[in-house]
């Protein structure tokens, strides 16, 4: 099934304990499809960038299976840029520099033959952004994901509030959820969120997992013990590529599937943060991924 994808796609420069990036290709929605593509070959962009945005990186994106019919190319004006220093534990992050350049202006065309979607990923942005999207599309997706972070939080909640009103499955960490919900507890907090309109959502906890929420029913994914983490931005994107990405593959919207699908997110998640920026998701095989999730099965089942 055809996926669409929209979100940020950005330079990145990225500090951890184990080195310094310059600026390198980055952004929400170049996670999400890098990921998503393990899954699914049918998916279309739409999203932003200034004329400094390397035709290399565009092409990187085609090379792994992306449409790129729906990225608009700003020449005279300067790509999205992020900057982000992780604390010695890997878990929390300072946002150094948040430049929206073109993301400020960006208005979402929808390209005719993105029209027919089946699955949208809207990844990180203005939610005003999100939700016009969601506005020109002629037929309402089977499934339609959010994802979202504080920044939005911080500076347009109230537009937040109404276009996670309008999908299916929003895709948040901890802190966010509990900054969304005003509550604590997490299981408050989801009761919380999902009255506010997703029928489901999921609550990512870095290296402790991610929670999925439907109603009264609960799943929890373990995240995988790694010896090496290197970087861990995009991981939140790529984890969302990947559930989308199963989930139109599979083309099996049942809280069942969403169960594996948040598996697969773990699995590519887990992969994207053992280097530096995208450079883990550009290679991976069919075998690296049954191995990775396969680990997850081991990690987690036990015998009554
Ligand atoms: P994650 O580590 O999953 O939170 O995602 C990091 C990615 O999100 C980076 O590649 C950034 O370019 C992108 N990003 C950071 N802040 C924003 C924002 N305010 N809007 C859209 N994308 C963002």
Redesign the pocket.
Known sequence: MSLLIV??V?F?AIETPFGKTDKII???A??ISLSANYFTKKSNLVAVVGGDFPKEYIELLRNHGVNTDGLQIKETEKT?F?SGKYHNDLNTRD?LV?ELNV?GTFDPIVPSQYQSCDYLMLG??APKVQSTLINRLTKRPKLIVMDT?N??MDIAMDDLKETIGMVDVLSINDEEARQLSGDYSLLKAAKKIMAMGPKTLIIKKGEHGALLFQGDQVFFSPALPLEEVFD??????TFAGGFIGYLASTDDISFENMKRAIVYGSALASCCVEKFGTENLLNLSETDIKDRVNEFVKLATFKL
Not at 232 to 237: E, K, Y
Request: hydrophobic share 40%; glycine share 20%; net charge negative.
């Open positions: 979100g940020s950005a990145d980055g952004g929400a170049t996670y999205f992020w946002t948040t993301l990180n942005l972070m920044f939005w861990p931005t995009g991981a939140g994107d």
